[in-house]
């Protein structure tokens, strides 16, 4: 996706709800910056709600310390290409790639 690997941080707008779950999940703001930022891209799912598509998309990352998982970050983008990151969250990443 060529809007994320030409993101700055300072396009990046990390909402209360995400610093809210950041903290409840043990993940730090600087580490999905540097996804957003830096690391490459293992899938990316869109997402539309109500058959209404939007600039929403689930981004998967490997995880850089935990190599049995992913980083999720669900995203919007909006018409001036900021970054709106809306959640965030690990699962295994056996849930991506299949056997």
Known sequence: MQ?????????????????KRLLERSL????IIDCLTNLEIKGILEQ??????DNKYKVFYGHPKRKEYDIIIVIDIDQNKNIKVITTYIQKKDR????
Do not use: F, G, P, W
Not at 96 to 99: F, N, P, Q, Y
């Open 28 to 31: 730090d703001k600087e580490l």
């Open 96 to 99: 991506r790639v299949r056997k």
């Open 48 to 53: 539309s709600y109500n058959n209404k598509k």
């Open 3 to 19: 809007t994320l690997s030409e993101t700055t941080a300072n396009q990046i707008i990390i909402t209360d709800h995400t610093k």
